[in-house]
Each structure stands twice: as C-alpha cells, then as structure tokens.
C-alpha cells in the first residue's frame, strides 16, 4: 500500500514526543510520531551543518578528541535523545570531515546524491538483513535486479551474477576466494603451496591482504611492474607467467586494475585478457575505483575488454556517489558462486524454493545497501551518473594542467585516465610533509600523500563535480604558502 501524506500533519506535542520506558524506544507503529519528531530534528541538525559548513575540517588534533570523549560516561545516559544529539554535536559534527566541500581533495570519497541518502534512512528504519528471502523478500529482487543491471555494463552474459559486498576489499576476497578454489579444482588439493597471484605493482593492498587470508601467503602474490603510464607492463606479465611455470607453480588468478588508488590509471584489459587466456585459473578486474566508466558518456571505451574477465569489482560509493557501503563482485559464470555456500537448516536449507543471497555471500547478516543505487537509478538514471562522473574526470585533466604550470609545484606523472593528480612543491621530501600537515591543520583545504619512484608526493583525488580549478588552487596556494624554500619566497 502506497503511503500518503495525511492531509495535515502537526507536530506531536513535546509529551508525545518523550519516552517513558525503554520499551518505548523501540521503533513500531506505536512510536511512529516519536519517530518522526526524532528524525526530524535530526536532519534539521545536519541541514543546518551543511548550510554552515565553511571548510572541510576544523583540523582538530587526535588529543583534543580524545581529552574532550574522555568526558563521557557511557554508563549514564544523558535525559533525552535531544540531549544526546546536541552532545553528538560537539563530539561528531563539530569536527566531522565534509567531503561535499569542494576542498576536500584527499581520498577516493565521494559527495554522495540525494537519493542515496534517502535510501539509507530506508535503510536504518526498516532494517532488512539480505541474507534469506524470509527476512528481505523485496530487498532480495531489488539487489539481484541491480546485479543483473551491473553485469549487463560489463558485458557478462546471461550466466552472470553477483553479489552486493561492503567494499572493494570483501569484493577482492570473494573474487581471490573463487579463483583459489578453482585452481585446487583444476590442479588439485595439494596444490595451495604453489598457488601464485599475479597484480600489478600499483594494484590495491587488498590483494595482499586476500592471499594472507585464503593460506596463500605474501610469497604468493607476484607484484608485475608498470610501465610509464603505470598500466601493468605486459612483457613483465608474460615474463611472471613464463617464470611460474618454470618454477613448477600454479597461477591462480591475474588481477588487472581499473582504476589504481594512486594515479587513476587503467590496464589494458583487452591485452591482458589474451596473455592471460587459458594460463591462469581466474581473471579479476578490481574497477572499484574505475567503475563510474561503465555509465561515462565519453570514456567507457577505457574498459574495452573488461567482459573477458571472470570476475570485476565495482565500488558505486566510489564513482556512483552513493553512501558507503555499496559494493558489489560481479562474476561470469554466476554458478561459481558456489564456492562461497554453506547451507543451514535453521537458515538456508538445501530444499528452500525461495532464492537466499546469503548462498553467495561471504556474509550473513548484510545490509540492504542496494536501496541506495536503486533510488539513484529511478530518480536520476545512470546517464547522470556518468555525466557527473566524467566532470570530475574532466577536472582533474585541468587542474593537471595548472599545477604543472605552477611556479611553485611539479607534476610527478602525466595526466590521470581518471581524477588523480600527483605532484610536489619544489623542495625535499620534509617539506611536502610539513606543507600537507600545516594545511590539514588549518582546515581549509586537505590532501593525500603517497610515494611515488621513492620521494614524498602529494595527491590530489578528485570526486566532486561542484569542484572547481579555482577551489583547487585555492588549496594549492595554501600548500605554497608553507613552502619557504620555493622560488617566490
């Protein structure tokens, strides 16, 4: 039954609005003014914020946080929840990190979309687990609706499928996981001591991570160099293939990147799909970052040869501007998935008629947080998405532009595929340092740092379509302006 607005809706009166139990705290139909006199004050609140927000941070110091939360007793509660916001005030909000503000220039967080965050009071109200059919019957259509949508940019075929995950990292392991259990399937049990991963330098840590976690090891995962657009360099992929093979070693999966944390660079799928073919148990693609490409109007052809993948990663609360969580793994032949079962009679009997997501999950309990994509989809269609992606795409060719002209700055690498720009002020290593942490300080603008070709880079990753050039070298100026070695000092 569709909801209607009544025809008038006054505020419950301050009594009704304060329980008298701790019953009366949980959320029913009983409640259901209490509710929405709560909500509301809460949203009112975060409204409020961001009609004030001036910079993206305060620059409060971790000592600071720390002296003013010790304050707190969590074991005596305050009188009302309107209490406990206004204390959330002071010990959140005050000095939240707003990535909606154009200066935030730091790590791959996004601005997220209106829709989205209605979702996600959806979310928290109703409070679906999309695990079983019996606790999340809409939810489960609408997730597998969204996954078939999601396979369907890739190119995967009818035999696709997928699951909904937290982010890049779950959505990695669950690929690695996979492949594991198909190169023990192709070159058996005994084989785990000799299973090799083979990545590009420059791919994600999460990798790393997933060979620690499936018994593979650090050993095992090859690290591939990068040529000088930093795209894995295929004479040294054929090189590692060639060298397993020698060593009388397995390779269990090659993961590409769409989309490295760093220099926004993408692989070159299609090349890499035909040295790989029939060498290597499983092909991943990790495009947690560069996903945005599959609904870019001008760059989508970046991905071509994504679809000869076995699996991708896709991270929507990266280039979708969605609220994290939103993840997903999406997988060529859905049946793989199968890895990933345990069945439980008091959850997900092997003779239940009803679909269970939790079949193909590395989770249980799991969040419905393909609300939030849904309500994008409907209100905004996926043309806007990449729209927007491809502004920020489009920014950061121009702010590469102005910072390598730039008096007081060099680039460190050409122009990103996505948003990133790397770059130096004109000094050693100390005084990239001291200039980032005296602007992160300050509060006015903030940025990320990484090593590139062993010296202190700066980084800029850029996620916000409202941003502009001049916000960007509004930041930049503030960096130079810590710079008492540059040439304008």
Request: net charge negative; aromatic share 6%.
């Amino acid at each position: 039954m569709a909801w209607t607005e009544p025809a008038t809706a006054p505020r419950p009166r301050a009594d009704a609005d304060r329980p008298t139990s701790a019953r009366d705290q949980i959320l029913t139909g009983a409640g259901a003014a209490r509710y929405r006199s709560a909500v509301h004050d809460a949203v009112n609140r975060i409204a409020h914020r961001f009609t004030e927000v001036k910079q993206p941070f305060t620059g409060v110091s971790h000592d600071e946080m720390r002296r003013r939360h010790e304050k707190i007793d969590l074991d005596r509660p305050l009188e009302d929840l309107a209490a406990a916001l206004s204390e959330l005030d002071e010990v959140y909000l005050d000095d939240a990190v707003w990535f909606h503000d154009p200066k935030y220039l730091a790590h791959l967080n996004c601005p997220v979309v209106l829709p989205a965050v209605v979702g996600e009071a959806f979310n928290a109200a109703v409070n679906t687990s999309v695990d079983t059919w019996d606790q999340s019957a809409g939810a489960t259509v609408i997730e597998q609706r969204l996954v078939d949508w999601a396979c369907g940019l890739v190119g995967f075929g009818e035999e696709s499928d997928g699951v909904f995950t937290s982010g890049g990292t779950l959505s990695n392991l669950q690929a690695l996981f996979i492949a594991r259990e198909e190169a023990q399937a192709k070159w058996g049990a005994d084989s785990l001591p000799r299973l090799r991963i083979i990545a590009s330098e420059v791919g994600h840590f999460s990798v790393q991570k997933a060979a620690r976690l499936l018994g593979l090891g650090r050993e095992s995962v090859v690290a591939v160099p990068v040529d000088g657009e930093q795209h894995m360099d295929l004479a040294a992929l054929r090189r590692a293939l060639d060298d397993a093979e020698a060593a009388g070693d397995h390779v269990a999966a090659v993961v590409a990147t769409a989309g490295t944390t760093d220099y926004g660079s993408v692989d070159r799928l299609r090349r890499i799909a035909e040295i790989t073919d029939g060498r290597t148990a499983w092909l991943h693609v990790d495009a947690a970052y560069g996903c945005g490409l599959l609904v870019s109007p001008t760059r989508r052809h970046l991905l071509d040869g994504i679809e000869l993948a076995d699996s991708v990663t896709v991270d929507f609360h990266k280039s979708y501007f969605q609220p994290v969580s939103s993840s997903a793994v999406l997988v060529k032949q859905g049946g793989k998935l199968g890895h990933t079962t345990y069945y439980a009679d008091y959850l997900n009997p092997r003779t239940s008629p009803e679909p269970n997501l939790v079949d193909k999950s590395l989770q249980t309990t799991r969040r419905f947080d393909a609300i939030k994509l849904w309500l994008t989809l409907r209100a905004m269609g996926p043309e806007q998405i990449g729209v927007l992606f491809d502004q920020v795409c489009d920014l950061a060719d121009d702010v590469w532009k102005a910072v390598d002209a730039h008096p007081d700055f060099e680039t460190v690498t050409g122009p990103s595929e996505l948003s990133t720009v790397l770059f130096r002020l004109k000094g050693d290593d100390e005084l990239q340092r001291r200039a980032r942490r005296a602007l992160a300080e300050g509060g006015t603008g903030l940025v990320a740092a990484t090593v590139h070709e062993g010296r202190q880079v700066l980084k800029l990753t850029l996620l916000n379509p409202l941003t502009t050039v001049a916000d960007v070298m509004e930041v930049l100026d503030g960096l130079a302006a810590h710079n008492t070695e540059g040439p304008n000092q």
